[in-house]
């Protein structure tokens, strides 16, 4: 390809990674707590519902709503779980949802774990663990999809669904964590996301 005909499409390809950044790029926020309450979890009220997402079943294990400030964003698109759970967010509420906190936390992702290190300690280790996780998000459906990828760090979410165990046809089992106390593996919860929102800035 000749110098004329390469530099329209080396443009094309600085404008779509310029969209991309624009779009993904983390969110400033001022000193302050952004979601205060602890998410909710409660236990299902009669027979739970029957969840399938292709040919995965899905075993609700509790209810489970929440509001939280985005610490982390991962995307998966190769490993086991990518076609069920494409995105992965690490989610803080009460004092980690404030920048003046997080300022002195790093915060990473990295093959579905959520990784936090401090040089010194803002608030008390077990208050980072409490109030902090690392979720699988399986979609309900396309408008959730749409909302779970268009969230970037720094963004207030909510959401609703379910804590689920999933099952797949092959014998896999992944089942989600209940209670925001652990840590480590096993310590993440797995969301059935029926309602998704992102707070206006």
Known sequence: MNDARRWPWLLALLLALGWYWHGHRALTRAPGVLAAAAPEQ????????????????LQPLARFALTARVLARADYRWDALASLMPVDLALGWGRMSDSAVLEKVDISQSGRFYFWHVDEFPIPEHEIIESSANMHLIAADDAVRRGIARTRVGDVVSLDGY?????????RKARSSLTRSDSGAGACEIVWVESFAIAAP
């Open 42 to 57: 409660s236990a299902i009220a009669g027979a739970p519902p029957a969840l399938r997402k292709d040919d995965v079943r």
């Open 163 to 171: 804590l689920v165990e999933v099952d797949w046809p092959d014998g």
